[in-house]
Every structure is written in structure tokens, then in C-alpha cells.
């Protein structure tokens, strides 16, 4: 079974950048897809994007101008940064394991991340 | 993109059935048998129930089931139990090889 855990700043200023990452433990690490997904308070899931080992990303249109995923293997671990983040950005994060087509099988937490001066 | 469209809520009876439908376009749902649908209790992580449209992830009980049929999917609830109060989510792949969400369904267990 899967573990992740996400860790960062809970509180970032606006138009400044986000950054998180996520510690994967418990088995594989290559040959997976690695996710950010977040949701604000009382909201729906939103993919962010994923990352392979290989590094090579994926993100989501509507947010690709403002991030950035990388990983380092060798720390079981894959990172998150949003740039230019507003009062929208405040959301809990979501870190995953993902598998071909999309699916879910492994997640974090998730942290909170309040966009406030 | 837009978020696959899901009813807002959904409620039953213990012992009974009940199905969520997934609404998305030929450019996700439609096209691809890649439909995942997750459970979120208040304040946790959502859990996988159903991947590639009808599998069962090992431990999830086979009171839940999925299908689809053209752009829409479904998930069924069947012998409904208090536990099984939660948000639940779909998401599909899509042509751009992005993962879309649905805007979430509460369900609740009368």
C-alpha cells in the first residue's frame, strides 16, 4: 500500500509561489504517474497535473502558464509549484499515485494552503 | 475543460439502491474506458471504489459498480448503508491526456 504525505507552507501571499512536495513510502516509485490535485473548501476534485520518473508533465490547461512539477527519484519524491497564486489558488492539496488512464489508486492527506496577505 | 457533470445530490434508504450518473463529452467518457469514481467522507482524502469503468479496487465491497454507456457513466450503490453517506466523484481521462473531474455528488442515507 501506497503512503504519501504532502509538506509545505500553509499560508503563502498573493502573487507570490506555492510550493509542496510530496514524500512517497511503501513500495514502487518508478513506472508510476504522480498527481496534484486540489480542492477548495466545499468544492470539487481539480487535476492539476502529473509527473513521470522519466520527469516528463502533464498539466492541466487551464493552470499550465503557472505550473511546475518536478521529482527527484532518489528521494521518493515530486514537487508542485504554482506561481502568481490569488485568493482562487486557497484550496487543500492533494498529492497521488496515478495509474495509466487516470485513476487514483494512492493519496495524501492533503495540506492546506491559505493565499493571504 | 469543462468538469463532467454529475447531480448535485442523491439520497436512499438503507437496503437500498441507488445510481450517480457521469456526464462527459465524446472527448472523455465517450471515448475512453477510463472512468474512476471516489468516495470522500468530510475531511479525508477520496478513496478509489471503481477504476476503468467497472473494476473494483481489492477491498472495496461489491455493493458498488460502475458502467457506462456512451458519454454518460454510472455509479451504482446497491444495499445502502449508513457508511456509505460521502461525496462522490467521477473523473475520466481525456483526449488531451488530462485527468477531468465531476462536480461531485453527496449522497445521503435517509
Known amino acids: 500500500q501506497v503512503q504519501l504525505q504532502e509538506s509545505g507552507p500553509g499560508l503563502v501571499k498573493p502573487s507570490e509561489t506555492l510550493s509542496l512536495t510530496c514524500t512517497v513510502s511503501?513500495?514502487?516509485?518508478?513506472?508510476?504517474?504522480w498527481s496534484w490535485i486540489r480542492q477548495p473548501a466545499g468544492k470539487g476534485l481539480e487535476w492539476i497535473g502529473r509527473?513521470?520518473?522519466?520527469?516528463?508533465?502533464t498539466y492541466n490547461p487551464s493552470l499550465k502558464s503557472r505550473v511546475t512539477m518536478s521529482i527527484d527519484t532518489s528521494e521518493n519524491q515530486f514537487s508542485l509549484r504554482l506561481s502568481s497564486v490569488t485568493a482562487a489558488d486557497t484550496a487543500v492539496y492533494y498529492c497521488?499515485?496515478?495509474?495509466?488512464?487516470?485513476?487514483?489508486?494512492?493519496w495524501g492527506q492533503g495540506t492546506l494552503v491559505t493565499v493571504s496577505s | 475543460q469543462s468538469a463532467l457533470t454529475q447531480p448535485a445530490s442523491v439520497s436512499g434508504s438503507p437496503g437500498q439502491s441507488i445510481t450517480i450518473s457521469c456526464t462527459g463529452t465524446?472527448?472523455?467518457?465517450?471515448?475512453?474506458?477510463?472512468v474512476s469514481w471516489y468516495q470522500q467522507h468530510p475531511g479525508k482524502a477520496p478513496k478509489l471504489m471503481i477504476y476503468?469503468?467497472?473494476n473494483r479496487p481489492s477491498g472495496v465491497s461489491n455493493r458498488f459498480s460502475g458502467s457506462k454507456s456512451g458519454n454518460t457513466a454510472s455509479l451504482t450503490i446497491s444495499g445502502l448503508q449508513a457508511e456509505d453517506e460521502a461525496d462522490y466523484y467521477c473523473s475520466s481521462y481525456t483526449a488531451s491526456s488530462t485527468v477531468l473531474f465531476g462536480g461531485g455528488t453527496k449522497l445521503t442515507v435517509l
Open positions: 511503501t513500495g514502487s516509485f518508478s513506472g508510476y504517474f
Open positions: 509527473i513521470y520518473a522519466s520527469g516528463s508533465t
Open positions: 465524446s472527448s472523455d467518457v465517450g471515448d475512453y474506458n477510463y
Open positions: 497521488a499515485r496515478e495509474l495509466y488512464g487516470g485513476n487514483c489508486d494512492g
Open positions: 476503468d469503468v467497472s
